[in-house]
């Protein structure tokens, strides 16, 4: 089992930033391949971010390239989510996921961009952009 835990989360206003960051505990060499979803209101829970553990270059979608960087911190079991140039389409319930299972490269990481393919989640920190 891996245990994730959000946190940073808060309310900027445009323009501003923030840093999330998601606490990884228990079996983490059960597991390679990570992800930042967001949850805006009344939409999909979507993959904003994905990352194979194993090899840095990030995926990012367009709606965040450039503003959103993530980054491990190995040692502390920690990943962030540094965002910048908020605004607030970029409200949403934000969450870090990994996968099950070990993934065998950086690609199948990448392609994995559904809820269901990722079965460890945090609880979610919300994030609320308004001036």
């Known amino acids: 089992q891996v245990q994730l835990v959000e946190s940073g989360g808060g309310s900027v206003q445009p323009g501003g930033s923030l840093r999330l960051s998601c606490a990884v505990s228990g079996h983490t060499a059960s597991t390679n391949c990570m992800g930042w979803f967001r949850q805006r209101p009344g939409k999909e829970r979507e993959r904003i971010v994905g990352?194979?553990?194993?090899?840095?270059?990030?995926f990012y979608v367009d709606s965040v390239r450039g503003r959103f960087t993530t980054s491990q911190d190995s040692a502390k079991n920690l990943v962030y989510l540094q965002m910048n140039s908020l605004k607030p389409e970029d409200t949403a319930m934000y969450y870090c996921?990994?996968?099950?299972?070990?993934?065998?490269?950086?690609?199948?990481?990448?392609?994995?961009?559904?809820?269901?393919?990722?079965?460890?989640w945090g609880q979610g920190t919300q994030v609320t952009v308004s001036s």
């Open positions: 996921a990994a996968t099950v299972a070990l993934v065998k490269s950086r690609v199948e990481c990448l392609l994995k961009v559904e809820v269901n393919e990722f079965g460890y």
């Open positions: 990352f194979y553990l194993e090899r840095g270059d990030p």
